[in-house]
Every structure is written in structure tokens, then in C-alpha cells.
């Protein structure tokens, strides 16, 4: 059983699984191109890959996007953060699937009118990161300058190769774990979800 491995092995195991999704390899590829401060391929199209190679689906099953987060703090601006995703689009023209590059040190700025609730300006990549619906969502991977895969991953892995999808009632409200959880269910029925806690 993956999950009972050794923190060790379960790394070359997840990254051996990763490595199936040749969008995903190819999106990490592309975005290490890109030098953006602080950046990681994250959410969905990690832990989703994960689930897929687990119910023997194809890797790219039920994938919706590939989201890349960076921070870049020095320039708030929307217009900052749209020439970044327009220079996204050159690197990403061919992928056939959709690229969202976002700047998490952006997100305190249109969070509450989205999702109802404020967020306090985040401080890191990380940090965006653990504040995603579910503790299963909270990883990020990217390429280091020497090739070698940087995994972020604060609650560890072994909800994600158990299929259980745990709430992190740390910023997202109810309302969003609880859809998220739907469709995710109806994608991959072997996913055991916890309910938000009372």
C-alpha cells in the first residue's frame, strides 16, 4: 500500500505517477521557461493525476485545468499579472489543455467578491497553497534549475494515494469544498469524502 510507505518512497512513487501525464510533465517543462518568482504547478492536475493512475483512468481524466500559481509581490497591478498570463499563452500555444497562471500575492484583492469571504494577503506560493477547500488539494511541484522536482505538500501524500479528500476549513467556505466535492465524487466514486466539520 503507497500510503504506508516511507515519506522517502512515496515522494518517488508520486513523482513516478506525475510522470505518467505527459500534459502535466510538459506544462512543468514549459513553466520552469517561464522564471517565475516563486511558482509551482498545483491543485487538480496533481492530485487528480494521482487518482486517475490509482482507478486505472487515463492520467489526464476529469482534469479541467492545470493551475500555476507564482508571487510576485513588487508589482500588484492587474496589469502585471495579465502580461505574465499573455506571456503564459506564447509558452503554452499547443498544450492541449487550459493553462491558468495566477499571482497568489494578487489573490486578498478579488478573493471576498468571488467567494464571499476576505483573504488576508498571502505571504508565499506556499501559503496560497494551504489555503485551498481540502488538505488533499494542498501541493505544488516544480522544476528546480538542475532538473530536480521541488514537491510541496504540507499535509503530506497519503490522503492523496488513499483517495480520501480531507476539508481545510482554513479559508474557502463550505459552499466550495462542498461542490468541488460533488463533481470530484462523480469523476472518481472510490474517493472517500469527509464532511466539513460542524
Keep these: 500500500m503507497i500510503a504506508r510507505l516511507p515519506l522517502d518512497e512515496q515522494l518517488d512513487v508520486f513523482r513516478t505517477v506525475l510522470s505518467r501525464n505527459e ?11 517561464l522564471d517565475l518568482p516563486g511558482w509551482y504547478v498545483t491543485a487538480g492536475c496533481l492530485f487528480q ?3 486517475n493512475v490509482i482507478t486505472d483512468q487515463p492520467p489526464t481524466s476529469g482534469i479541467k485545468d492545470y493551475d500555476v500559481f507564482y508571487f510576485d ?4 497591478s492587474w496589469e502585471a499579472e495579465d502580461a505574465v498570463i499573455k506571456a503564459g499563452q506564447e509558452v503554452f500555444e499547443g498544450v492541449p489543455a487550459e493553462v491558468e497562471i ?17 483573504c488576508a494577503p498571502h505571504a508565499s506560493t506556499e501559503a496560497a497553497i494551504d489555503s485551498f477547500a481540502a488538505t488533499t488539494c494542498c501541493l505544488g511541484v516544480r522544476l ?13 501524500l497519503s490522503d492523496v494515494f488513499n483517495l ?8 474557502a467556505p463550505r459552499a ?7 463533481r470530484w465524487k462523480s469523476q472518481w466514486p472510490e474517493l472517500t469524502v469527509l464532511p466539513w466539520p460542524a
Design 23 to 33: 500534459v502535466l510533465t510538459d506544462v512543468l517543462t514549459r513553466t520552469a521557461a
Design 144 to 156: 528546480e534549475p538542475d532538473g530536480r522536482w521541488r514537491v510541496y505538500a504540507p499535509h503530506g
Design 176 to 182: 466550495v469544498y462542498d461542490v468541488k466535492t460533488l
Design 73 to 76: 509581490s513588487t508589482d500588484l
Design 49 to 51: 493525476t494521482v487518482w
Design 164 to 171: 480520501v479528500v480531507r476539508p481545510n476549513p482554513a479559508l
Design 102 to 118: 495566477r499571482n497568489e500575492a494578487r489573490v486578498h484583492l478579488w478573493y471576498e467578491e468571488k467567494f464571499g469571504v476576505p
